[in-house]
């Protein structure tokens, strides 16, 4: 076998690793990236991972383990199963990342199944990335079903560990199996001080990460057969797939097993994974929506005075909500929430000049327009829906199927993305990008199943007829995937539409996950109503909830109004997400204007000078956004160290004040600490001195928040 080398070059500023980071040496197949190590090997027909160290640390985070698993028409495949050794290869992506692939085949009466294992590792960073490809060489189909990518026996006894879970911020003991809400998942062995941060990339309700099923074992893969949402795939002769990716990071000498994500979970999505909103030079800093208040009751009239009253406000992108869209031979679209779906025209009874016009006032006024569309859904009096009713998803009763609302005979139909629903949805967005100059759009409501009930038969498509999927089973990954693929090819053609997914359309209350970020920029979390001083509270605690497992970018948390008395207040909560506000503009005095559009170019400011819209972690020592206590955020640049912004807030505490902590900055250099929006110095220090003794934060009132700016003097 040949042998790679794994080198490190030095020069004057950094250390530039090899492309390579593996060494293939007799049965061995060594990773090393100068941090982490996992040796593979193949002897006696069977592939198994039996190290996983860090550098310089003799401890074995893993036991001799089968690597990997999945079922072939019923029967379970791993990495002892009998296996050839066909070829070994570089990989890398486009973020640094270096590994290999290793080619195996099946043996005996699996000789015709070929699986490619998938390796990456980054540069400083103890994380390895993987992935599994199968090919189906054998003359019959097959079923591939009951995968983990990653199976492995770990030296973490459940005994004394603990799995962080729910986007890492619950807890829980002993047996552990992961839903929709584990895009990363932490086992951490208190006594051992040291755990395993695992992440899965699957899409929305198919991920599935457990620990001590078996053994102190971990498995991170998709939902079983058996399970509500259970991944199916079905493969010809020549076929492949390629599954999801996964991630482990793992860590030591820590008795906290969040700091994991925190840390180099966090700088791995930002500067590795690099999902969309990361990667997007131009990033929105302050945005508008229509539905709160005013619903399905918009015209053009009133959408002008709006969008006037908005850009006082220094509004940066404005979406028109649900209500603007007439199906074909429709009069008007006066009945509401849940009518006219489908064939996306222009309502010409509220929009006289058509959405072209609308649009060119809104740009004239230095905004971006956007709009709302129900990515999968038809009402039964469009022409779509007339004209393709195959397209549309068949329920367990083999009838046209409701995934969204979960009632029948409503006449509103979910569509599958296993038909020609693809080409036809991507034409009509594509249509109102090039024909209205659409910059935004905010695709929503249900696709594979509805974040509104817990009846496991109302979901997927159960269509044996369909082009893409043969069942039920296999309808789950297909309609995810394509609705992801709609995205990568809305991107390709209309390289600045701003994708929206929402957690409707991703499937279950305010999911969010690396599938959907890694292909849309933001996701609509949540639409919360509540007026000061609780809409802010609920803003902050879903943004600490989901932050910073996830880009804080990509979360797009509704409903908070413009006009609520106090709305300073939520505007504050909102920066540390993507702020996006609703209510009437036309409500508020020149007075709260200017104040709101002052803070829209502090935003806009500290973007440009610290591009803070890619960060955000957890302040040290501040939990979870909860009454009667203090809480906050910081988004400050750890890849420069230049600074940032950070939010404190105080939620009805007792006490007046209290003393903040940063991180992320350089010890030797001096920084100035500035009160926003108005940029009025408060303190100044090293950042040595900021990060080990912080400074003092004091209110007067018992619900406030104050954001500052950080950066060097």
Same mark, same amino acid.
């Given at each position: 076998?040949?042998?790679?080398?794994?080198i490190?070059a030095?020069?004057?500023?950094?250390?530039?690793?090899?492309?390579n980071?593996?060494?293939?040496?007799g049965?061995?197949?060594?990773?090393?990236?100068?941090?982490?190590k996992?040796?593979?090997?193949?002897?006696h027909?069977? @592939?198994?991972s039996?190290?996983?160290?860090?550098?310089?640390?003799?401890?074995?985070?893993i036991?001799t %383990?089968?690597?990997?698993?999945?079922?072939?028409?019923?029967?379970?495949?791993?990495?002892y199963?009998?296996?050839? @050794?066909?070829?070994t290869s570089?990989i890398?992506?486009?973020?640094? =990342?270096?590994g290999?692939?290793?080619?195996?085949?099946?043996?005996n009466?699996?000789?015709?199944?070929?699986?490619?294992?998938?390796?990456?590792?980054?540069?400083?960073?103890?994380?390895i990335?993987?992935?599994?490809g199968?090919t189906?060489?054998?003359p019959?189909?097959?079923?591939v079903?009951?995968?983990?990518?990653?199976?492995?026996?770990?030296e973490?006894?459940?005994?004394?560990?603990?799995?962080?879970n729910?986007?890492?911020?619950?807890?829980?003991?002993?047996?552990?199996?992961?839903?929709w809400d584990?895009p990363?998942?932490v086992?951490?062995?208190?006594?051992?001080?040291?755990?395993?941060?695992?992440?899965?990339?699957?899409?929305?309700?198919?991920?599935?990460?457990?620990?001590?099923?078996?053994?102190d074992?971990?498995?991170?893969?998709?939902?079983?057969p058996?399970?509500?949402?259970?991944?199916?795939?079905?493969?010809?002769?020549?076929?492949?797939?390629?599954?999801p990716?996964t991630?482990?990071?793992?860590?030591?000498?820590?008795d906290n097993?969040?700091e994991?994500?925190?840390?180099?979970?966090?700088?791995f999505?930002?500067?590795?994974?690099?999902?969309?909103?990361?990667?997007l030079?131009?990033k929105?800093t302050?945005?508008?929506?229509?539905?709160?208040?005013?619903?399905?009751?918009?015209?053009d009239?009133?959408?002008r005075?709006?969008a006037k009253a908005?850009s006082?406000?220094?509004?940066?992108?404005?979406?028109?909500?649900?209500?603007?869209?007439?199906?074909?031979?429709?009069?008007?679209?006066?009945?509401?929430w849940?009518?006219?779906y489908?064939?996306?025209? /222009?309502d010409?009874n509220?929009?006289?000049?058509?959405?072209?016009?609308?649009?060119?006032?809104?740009?004239? @006024?230095?905004?971006k327009?956007?709009?709302?569309?129900?990515?999968?859904?038809?009402?039964?009096?469009?022409?779509?829906?007339?004209?393709?009713p +195959?397209?549309? /998803?068949e329920?367990?009763?083999?009838?046209? =199927?409701?995934?969204h609302?979960a009632?029948?005979?409503?006449?509103?139909?979910s569509?599958c993305f296993?038909?020609?629903?693809?080409?036809?949805?991507k034409?009509?967005?594509?249509?109102?990008?090039?024909?209205?100059g659409?910059?935004?759009a905010?695709?929503?409501?249900s696709?594979?199943?509805?974040?509104?009930?817990?009846?496991?038969?109302?979901?997927?498509?159960?269509?044996k007829?369909?082009? @893409?999927?043969r069942?039920?089973?296999?309808?789950?990954?297909?309609?995810?995937?394509? /609705?992801?693929?709609?995205?990568?090819?809305l991107?390709?053609?209309?390289?600045e539409?701003?994708?929206?997914c929402?957690?409707?359309?991703?499937?279950?209350?305010?999911?969010?996950?690396?599938?959907?970020?890694?292909?849309?920029?933001?996701?609509?979390?949540?639409?919360f109503?509540?007026p000061?001083?609780? =809409?802010?509270?609920?803003?902050?605690?879903?943004?600490?909830?989901? %932050?910073?497992?996830?880009?804080?970018s %990509?979360?797009?948390?509704g409903?908070?109004?413009?006009?609520?008395p106090?709305?300073?207040?939520?505007?504050?909560?909102?920066?540390g997400?993507?702020?996006?506000?609703?209510?009437?503009?036309?409500?508020?005095s +020149?007075d709260?204007k200017?104040?709101?559009?002052?803070?829209?170019?502090?935003?806009?400011?500290?973007?440009?000078?610290?591009?803070?819209?890619?960060?955000?972690?957890d302040l040290?020592?501040?939990?979870?956004?909860?009454?009667?206590?203090?809480?906050?955020?910081?988004?400050?640049?750890f890849?420069n160290?230049?600074?940032?912004?950070?939010?404190?807030?105080?939620?009805?505490a007792?006490?007046?004040?209290?003393?903040?902590?940063?991180?992320?900055?350089?010890?030797?250099?001096?920084?100035?600490?500035?009160?926003?929006?108005?940029?009025?110095q408060?303190?100044?220090?090293?950042?040595?001195?900021?990060?080990?003794?912080?400074?003092v934060?004091?209110?007067?009132?018992?619900?406030?928040?104050?954001?500052?700016?950080i950066?060097?003097?």
């Open positions: 076998m040949r042998k790679i080398l794994f490190a030095i020069t004057l500023t950094n250390i530039i690793y090899a492309q980071f593996y060494e293939v040496s049965s061995n197949i060594r990773l090393n990236n100068g941090v982490l996992r040796i593979i090997s193949f002897s027909d069977s @592939l198994y039996h190290e996983l160290l860090l550098q310089g640390d003799s401890n074995n985070f036991r %383990s089968k690597d990997f698993s999945f079922s072939i028409n019923n029967e379970k495949l791993d990495g199963t009998g296996w050839e @050794l066909i070829s570089s890398h992506d486009d973020h640094d =990342g270096a290999i692939k290793i080619i195996i085949k099946g043996k009466k699996w000789r015709g199944i070929q699986v490619d294992l998938n390796y990456l590792l980054y540069p400083k960073l103890p994380v990335r993987k992935w599994i199968i189906n060489n054998s019959a189909d097959i079923n079903q009951a995968l983990d990518v990653e199976d492995l026996q770990t973490l006894s459940q005994v004394s560990s603990v799995v962080y729910n986007y890492g911020r619950m807890k829980e003991l002993g047996h552990f199996v992961g839903t584990d990363v998942v086992v951490h062995d208190i006594t051992q001080r040291r755990g395993m941060a695992l992440g899965n990339e699957a899409p929305g309700v198919l991920k599935r990460t457990a620990f001590h099923t078996q053994q074992n971990i498995e991170v893969g998709m939902m079983m058996g399970q509500d949402f259970p991944f199916r795939k079905w493969l010809k002769h020549g076929e492949s797939w390629t599954s990716k991630f482990i990071c793992i860590y030591a000498n820590r097993g969040y994991v994500i925190n840390r180099e979970v966090n700088e999505i930002v500067t590795c994974m690099r999902p969309r909103i990361i990667n030079k131009q929105p302050f945005v508008y929506n229509t539905w709160n208040p005013f619903r399905t009751f918009i015209n009239s009133m959408i005075k709006v908005a006082e406000c220094g509004v940066q992108e404005f979406i028109i909500d649900d209500g603007w869209q007439l199906n074909a031979g429709a009069s008007s679209s006066t009945k509401g849940g009518t006219n489908g064939d996306w025209l /222009v010409k509220k929009f006289p000049l058509g959405l072209k016009s609308t649009f060119d006032f809104i740009r004239s @006024l230095g905004m327009p956007g709009l709302w569309i129900s990515i999968g859904s038809a009402t039964s009096d469009s022409k779509v829906f007339k004209e393709h +195959e397209w549309f /998803v329920n367990n009763f083999n009838k046209p =199927g409701n995934l609302l009632e029948a005979g409503s006449g509103f139909y569509s296993g038909t020609g629903w693809f080409d036809y949805i034409q009509v967005i594509l249509r109102l990008v090039k024909d209205y659409l910059a935004y905010k695709l929503d409501l696709v594979i199943t509805s974040a509104y009930t817990n009846d496991k038969k109302i979901s997927g498509c159960y269509s007829n369909h082009p @893409l999927h069942d039920h089973e296999e309808s789950f990954i297909v309609i995810y995937q394509r /609705v992801l693929q709609l995205f990568d090819e991107h390709a053609e209309a390289p539409l701003f994708i929206d929402t957690f409707e359309t991703a499937g279950k209350l305010q999911l969010m996950d690396y599938a959907i970020a890694q292909h849309a920029e933001g996701n609509w979390l949540s639409n109503e509540e000061s001083p609780i =809409g802010p509270l609920r803003i902050r605690q879903m943004a600490w909830w989901r %932050s910073p497992a996830l880009p804080a %990509s979360l797009v948390i409903n908070l109004q413009m006009n609520d106090d709305f300073e207040f939520g505007l504050k909560s909102l920066i997400t993507l702020p996006i506000v609703l209510g009437d503009p036309r409500e508020l +020149e709260k200017a104040t709101i559009k002052k803070w829209s170019s502090w935003m806009q400011n500290m973007q440009g000078k610290f591009n803070y819209m890619n960060y955000r972690k040290p020592g501040i939990g979870e956004p909860q009454e009667g206590f203090f809480d906050g955020w910081m988004r400050i640049n890849e160290h230049t600074g940032g912004i950070f939010g404190v807030f105080r939620q009805g007792l006490e007046n004040s209290r003393k903040i902590f940063l991180t992320d900055l350089d010890m030797d250099k001096n920084y100035v600490i500035r009160l926003a929006p108005n940029g009025d408060v303190f100044k220090a090293t950042g040595k001195e900021i990060m080990e003794r912080g400074f934060v004091e209110f007067e009132k018992l619900y406030d928040g104050k954001i500052y700016e950066g060097v003097e």
